[in-house]
């Protein structure tokens, strides 16, 4: 986890438009952002860049500033992370489920689906998808009040004559350790009683579970009263 005062500062170019643009910032103009002196400001910039969160070219006007891949990644997870810990605990949805092999057919879907899934999602997922078979009653309540949550939807889109259809997403904490998407597309080949779970990591070997052990998938809310 990085430390408050380096994602505060993400947060704040962020809120300034540098996520998706570079945008004109002087360090003094940071400075009143953060609360801090023009001096402050100008270090906490330069450890960005040095550490490779953010973009930064000095003109006559000021700093173009944007945050890199690894910048956006770092204040996801802490989104993710703030998202969890406000939830209420009895308001928590969580599934648990055991793993299974799959068919095989989930790393061409998510390579086809890869752009798509980090617009939607934040990351750019590993090859393939972890299916967890529901295993009790309460999880397939849990399962139940997780689609009446708002989703995200991955668009359909048609390549060398294929149509892939849409993708309803969920996002997930699995084992209160990564975060994932649970993804239920139009087509399946799976049962309602297997859920497909994408990360960027590949989930097996980083959890070092196989099959048939218990993981619990935790939703993340999109939208909170």
């Known amino acids: 986890m990085i430390a408050p005062d380096v994602w505060f500062t993400l947060y704040v170019l962020a809120h300034e438009g540098a996520v998706h643009k570079r945008a004109v910032l002087t360090t003094r103009k940071l400075g009143d952002l953060l609360g801090v002196s023009q001096q402050t400001a100008s270090r906490r910039v330069t450890y960005c860049a040095e550490e490779g969160y953010v973009s930064r070219v000095h003109t006559a006007n000021g700093m173009l500033i944007q ?27 969580v599934i648990a489920g055991r793993v299974v092999h799959g068919l095989g057919e989930g790393a061409y ?9 980090h617009e939607s999602l934040g990351f750019e997922p590993y090859s393939g998808t972890l299916n967890v078979k529901i295993v009790d009653d309460d999880s397939r309540s849990a399962i139940n009040r997780m689609k009446q949550t708002p989703p995200l939807i ?56 196989k099959d048939n052990d218990l993981v619990t998938l935790t939703i993340v809310p999109l939208h909170r009263a």
């Open 67 to 93: 945050l890199t891949k690894k910048g956006a990644k770092e204040l996801r997870r802490v989104m993710t992370n703030l998202e969890l810990v406000l939830v209420p605990r009895e308001e928590e949805i």
């Open 109 to 117: 879907y998510v390579d086809a689906y890869s752009p798509r899934f």
């Open 154 to 209: 991955v668009p359909g889109f048609t390549y060398e004559g294929r149509s892939f259809g849409d993708v309803v997403c969920y996002r997930v904490k699995v084992n209160q350790k990564i975060d994932g998407a649970v993804v239920i597309a139009q087509r399946t080949h799976h049962g309602q009683e297997i859920l497909e779970v994408i990360s960027e990591v590949n989930l097996r070997s980083k959890l070092k579970i």
